[in-house]
């Protein structure tokens, strides 16, 4: 059973900064595409930041040059660090993985962003 396991969510300050994990139990990680996802309260879900199975990536207009997502694909985790981090970037964050017509969700960690 595939899962996908969200840590170092958190209450920080204004400006301040997070690194999220992501830890997947997928039996090829390589293959997958790999991406993380947010949802305010009362918003849809959205597409943070993305990277493929070749190291490419893709990033939300707002989080661009504050996000930057990683992967280590020996570990089977994928990482987003956080900077200069905003009010607005308060949300659920999800992790995704997809493949083919794969497509699996974590269960979420809290981001907060607040003084």
């Known amino acids: 059973q595939v899962q996908l396991v969200e840590s170092g969510g958190g209450l920080v300050q204004p400006g301040g900064s997070l690194r999220l994990s992501c830890e997947a139990s997928?039996?090829?990680?390589?293959?997958?595409?790999m991406g993380w996802y947010r949802q305010a309260p009362g918003n849809e879900r959205e597409l943070v930041a993305d990277?493929?199975?070749?190291?490419?990536?893709n990033y939300a207009d707002s989080v661009k040059g504050r996000f930057t997502i990683s992967r280590d694909n020996a570990k089977k985790m994928m990482y987003l660090q956080m900077n200069s981090l905003k009010a607005e970037d308060t949300a659920v964050y999800y992790c995704?993985?997809?493949?083919?017509?794969?497509?699996?969700w974590g269960q979420g960690t809290q981001v907060t962003v607040s003084s």
């Open positions: 997928v039996s090829i990680f390589s293959w997958y595409t």
């Open positions: 990277i493929t199975s070749g190291g490419g990536t």
């Open positions: 995704n993985a997809r493949y083919s017509a794969k497509n699996y």
